[in-house]
């Protein structure tokens, strides 16, 4: 048995949550320094407190790829194809998921205000222990909504703690609010990240790619579904429809991109060139 065939039967070693999180974190901090403190043009300014273990930890791991995923999706069409209706379809689609996620929790967060007033709760006892602030740089009407939608999980697990406490509700329920907060979280930035591949792949179909701004590479089920998602395009190569909340999500134990290398590809290109 070759070299090569025994490296592809040798099972594949899956890291653990802690290193996972480590390197989300780190692939997080590089889309910070690389492009949000780097950005060349206007933003807005923003202190961001939290204070709830799954959102904090949502929040340093996807806040600013988010962010970057969303300006190479709209930046790249607008620059390669010489038309914003791409770009601005992709943005559409980004807002109406976003948009979804902070109407779930406003309907939650309502829910809990009804109970609350049933059992006698008084919300105004709610304190915090720890104390997560970052000084956001926001950057474009996506980053504006997901840094709402971080604040809006963060209040809702705020209230279902103070519902705990006062016994109004399960353990069970309490925890089971603290995973509904971490999966719908991700799953807006995994809808963000897909809205890139997708605004991507549309760029390469035109003949009219940039070296180093490459869709990322699918195969399987997934491919297909990313394929029938695609933006609707006439004979002249408008965009005349895209898929707004319905793109591919991440299959099920799939590892998660823990770093977007669109940037870092352009500029090996360039250095190669």
């Given at each position: 048995m070759t070299a090569v065939a025994e490296k592809q039967q040798q099972p594949r070693v899956q890291p653990s949550p802690g290193d996972r999180h480590a390197t989300l974190i780190a692939a997080n901090m590089k889309a910070k320094t690389q492009f949000a403190d780097k950005y060349e043009g206007a933003s807005i300014r923003l202190k961001t407190i939290l204070h709830n273990r799954p959102v904090i930890r949502s929040f340093k791991r996807i806040f600013n790829i988010s962010m970057r995923n969303w300006y190479i999706a709209t930046s790249v069409p607008r620059a390669s194809l010489g038309d914003a209706s791409l770009a601005s379809q992709v943005e559409a689609g980004m807002l109406k998921?976003?948009?979804?996620?902070?109407?779930?929790?406003?309907?939650?967060?309502?829910?809990?205000?009804?109970?609350?007033?049933?059992?006698?709760?008084?919300?105004?006892?709610?304190?915090?222990?720890?104390?997560?602030?970052?000084d956001t740089r926001v950057i474009g009407p996506v980053a504006m909504q997901l840094r709402q939608l971080f604040l809006m999980a963060d209040h809702y697990l705020d209230l279902t703690q103070a519902l705990y406490s006062f016994a109004q509700i399960t353990g069970d329920e309490a925890n089971n609010a603290s995973y509904e907060v971490k999966k719908r979280l991700e799953a807006a930035s995994t809808s963000i990240r897909n809205f890139r591949r997708l605004s991507l792949e549309k760029v390469n179909d035109s003949g009219k790619n940039r070296e180093g701004f490459k869709a990322v590479a699918v195969d399987g089920d997934q491919a297909g579904q990313l394929k029938d998602a695609l933006p609707a395009s006439d004979e002249a190569g408008n965009v005349v429809g895209?898929?707004?909340?319905?793109?591919?999500?991440?299959?099920?134990?799939?590892?998660?991109?823990?770093d977007e290398d669109s940037l870092d590809t352009a500029t090996n290109a360039r250095k190669a060139a």
């Open positions: 998921k976003i948009g979804e996620t902070i109407e779930y929790f406003k309907k939650q967060i309502k829910q809990c205000e009804i109970v609350a007033a049933d059992g006698e709760v008084d919300f105004a006892l709610i304190s915090h222990g720890a104390e997560f602030t970052d895209i898929a707004s909340a319905g793109v591919a999500e991440t299959p099920a134990g799939a590892p998660a991109e823990p």
